[in-house]
């Protein structure tokens, strides 16, 4: 069995264990398809069901799947994903090693469901000042990093596993003055969190809102007082 089979037989069994043992498999099913990029009337017809019955799954409204759809559902999320090239595959891949051993992660979590750009900032008492933001755009996870630590210590491919597997995280920076060696060093990386909040930045670098500009990443600021109510803030709203 080659490399790339072997990659998407690991990151199936990941997403089809991580519905079946989710408390919200409905939730979960839809964070996978949102990282996917994948509508709902596409995986509907790859599994051909209506997408009608997506959305009741989604939202609730039916029964969770038995492991037999959802064994389905996830191969089809991934037979998409191969025939556009596999990058969301690939990614997973290329990060599933472990993340370096280091004192520069301070908290990190997965969601089982999304939140909401706007609602995680409202949580962190963050403000936007670049990048955008839908209104669809949501989170599932975050890292709390300190930035020194991790730019002083890290290779590039250190950095990569330590902003975590999936794109659609946030990213909240600790340590910063300016905001634009994060900025940078996600720019280097290639990376596209759903969001990177600065803690401890009094005026944001232009290059550093430049380079959300461009990449279309929102770029926030937290006002709260220290690390310690950082993360104090992210235990309280998610646990």
């Known amino acids: 069995m080659d490399e790339w089979q072997l990659a998407k037989e690991s990151l199936a069994r990941k997403i089809a264990g991580e519905i079946v043992l989710s408390e919200d498999a409905g ?23 209506t997408p009608s019955v997506i959305s009741d799954y989604e939202s609730g409204r039916r029964k969770s799947p038995g492991i037999r759809v959802v064994k389905k559902m996830v191969g089809a999320m991934i037979l998409i994903d191969e025939s556009a090239g596999g990058k969301v595959t690939r990614q997973f891949s290329e990060n599933a090693g472990q993340l370096p051993i280091t004192k520069a992660v301070i908290e990190l979590k997965e969601f089982d469901k999304g939140v909401r750009v706007d609602e995680f900032c409202e949580a962190m008492s963050a403000s936007i000042v670049a990048g955008k933001d839908s209104p669809q755009q949501e989170v599932y996870g975050y890292t709390v990093i300190d930035s020194l630590r991790a730019i002083l210590e890290f290779s590039y491919s250190d950095l990569v596993k330590l902003y975590g597997i999936t794109t659609k995280r946030a990213l909240i920076f600790t340590n910063t003055s300016t905001g634009r060696s994060p900025m940078v060093a996600i720019k280097v990386t290639n990376l596209r969190p759903a969001l990177i909040i600065l803690h401890g930045a009094r005026e944001v670098d232009e290059i550093a809102k430049r380079i959300a500009d461009v990449e279309g990443i929102p770029l926030a600021v937290s006002k709260l007082n220290s690390v310690e109510d950082v993360v104090a803030a992210l235990k309280q709203k998610f646990g």
Do not use: M
């Open 27 to 49: 939730k979960t099913i839809q964070k996978w398809r949102n990282i996917f990029k994948i509508p709902q009337r596409v995986l509907a017809g790859h599994i051909k069901i």
